[in-house]
């Protein structure tokens, strides 16, 4: 394991040991909301300070994006994108469904990845150019062929309903032309499936890079692709983001075509 991923690691584990703890006593939680229908409990800033500590403690010129402590030094080289919990209400009604993601951008480029999920504790990591691994085992895309054989993660817009038209059309075709639709509810982890090959592909609108950036790492080194809605790299800035192994994630493409609105597709650069 690259050493830096290993420090990256450490950081998830303390994080999940605090979140585990937590979800044994749920109802005696501080919990605000941010905006509608999102929530942040003192769990999430708890997680996200232990990761802090660790990264910070080990590479004290990196910058930080996280979900909860915002922005630090986002010009440096090396810039880590932290979600302490992703999947927050679902924690917060006890069903065990959450991970922990954190990704090291180096150069703009995405390097090193790790979700967590600590009800299971399994452990998905990456390294660009290493493979992609689920509890040191390497992982792979599925192999399915056709989108109507395959089963596609999703998330529901909840808290900004400005696509919620255009998705419930994107939605009815997907269940036509698909085997079935998941909605779990932690993007990361669906991410993360999709790299397994668990799911055969995921699409969301409006996604935040902390969501999203451990996650696609995984899939590219799984074997997978991931784009924007039209195939392109916007993906990390817009958070509109299509991903699956390459046979299928062409086919949601064009399934998911008719539906784009002028606001959705790729934005020059």
Same mark, same amino acid.
């Given at each position: 394991?690259?050493?830096?991923?290993?420090?990256?690691?450490?950081?998830?584990?303390?994080?999940?040991?605090?979140?585990?703890?937590?979800?044994?006593?749920?109802?005696?939680?501080?919990?605000?909301?941010?905006?509608?229908?999102?929530?942040?409990?003192?769990?999430?800033?708890?997680?996200?300070?232990?990761?802090?500590?660790?990264?910070?403690?080990?590479?004290?010129?990196?910058?930080?994006?996280?979900?909860?402590?915002?922005?630090?030094?986002?010009?440096?080289?090396?810039?880590?994108?932290?979600?302490?919990?992703?999947?927050?209400?679902?924690?917060?009604?006890?069903?065990?469904?959450?991970?922990?993601?954190?990704?090291?951008?180096?150069?703009?480029?995405?390097?090193?990845?790790?979700?967590?999920? !600590?009800?299971?504790?399994? +452990?998905?990591? *990456?390294?660009?150019?290493? @493979?992609? #691994?689920?509890?040191?085992?390497? &992982?792979?895309?599925?192999?399915?062929?056709?989108?109507?054989?395959?089963?596609?993660?999703?998330?529901?817009?909840?808290?900004?309903?400005?696509?919620?038209?255009?998705?419930?059309?994107?939605?009815?075709?997907?269940?036509?032309?698909?085997?079935?639709?998941?909605? !779990?509810?932690?993007?990361? +982890?669906?991410? *993360?499936?999709?790299?397994? @090959?668990? #799911?055969?592909?995921?699409?969301? &609108?409006?996604?935040?890079?902390?969501?999203?950036?451990?996650?696609a790492l995984l899939i590219q080194e799984a074997g997978g692709i991931v784009g924007?809605?039209?195939?392109?790299?916007?993906?990390?800035?817009?958070?509109?983001?299509?991903?699956?192994?390459?046979?299928?994630?062409?086919?949601?493409?064009?399934?998911?075509?008719?539906?784009?609105?002028?606001?959705?597709?790729?934005?020059?650069?």
């Amino acid at each position: 394991m690259h050493p830096i991923l290993i420090n990256a690691v450490k950081a998830a584990r303390r994080a999940g040991g605090i979140i585990t703890r937590a979800s044994q006593d749920v109802g005696s939680l501080k919990v605000r909301s941010k905006t509608y229908n999102d929530f942040v409990s003192e769990v999430d800033h708890a997680a996200e300070a232990a990761i802090l500590d660790i990264l910070k403690d080990a590479y004290p010129t990196h910058g930080f994006i996280g979900e909860e402590t915002g922005n630090d030094n986002i010009d440096a080289e090396n810039v880590w994108i932290i979600d302490p919990l992703d999947g927050t209400t679902n924690f917060l009604h006890g069903f065990p469904q959450y991970s922990i993601s954190i990704a090291l951008m180096q150069q703009g480029q995405l390097t090193q990845a790790v979700v967590y999920d !600590p009800n299971r504790n399994d +452990l998905f990591t *990456a390294t660009r150019g290493r @493979g992609a #691994f689920l509890n040191d085992k390497r &992982i792979r895309v599925s192999n399915r062929a056709k989108l109507q054989e395959s089963i596609i993660g999703t998330g529901f817009p909840f808290r900004d309903f400005t696509h919620l038209d255009t998705y419930m059309g994107m939605f009815k075709d997907m269940v036509r032309k698909t085997s079935g639709l998941r909605r !779990p509810g932690s993007a990361a +982890l669906d991410l *993360a499936y999709v790299a397994a @090959g668990y #799911f055969d592909g995921f699409w969301e &609108i409006g996604l935040s890079k902390w969501d999203i950036a451990a996650g696609a790492l995984l899939i590219q080194e799984a074997g997978g692709i991931v784009g924007d809605f039209e195939g392109n790299e916007s993906w990390i800035e817009s958070g509109n983001i299509v991903a699956g192994n390459p046979k299928v994630f062409s086919q949601m493409l064009q399934t998911l075509a008719p539906h784009l609105t002028d606001s959705l597709r790729s934005q020059p650069d």
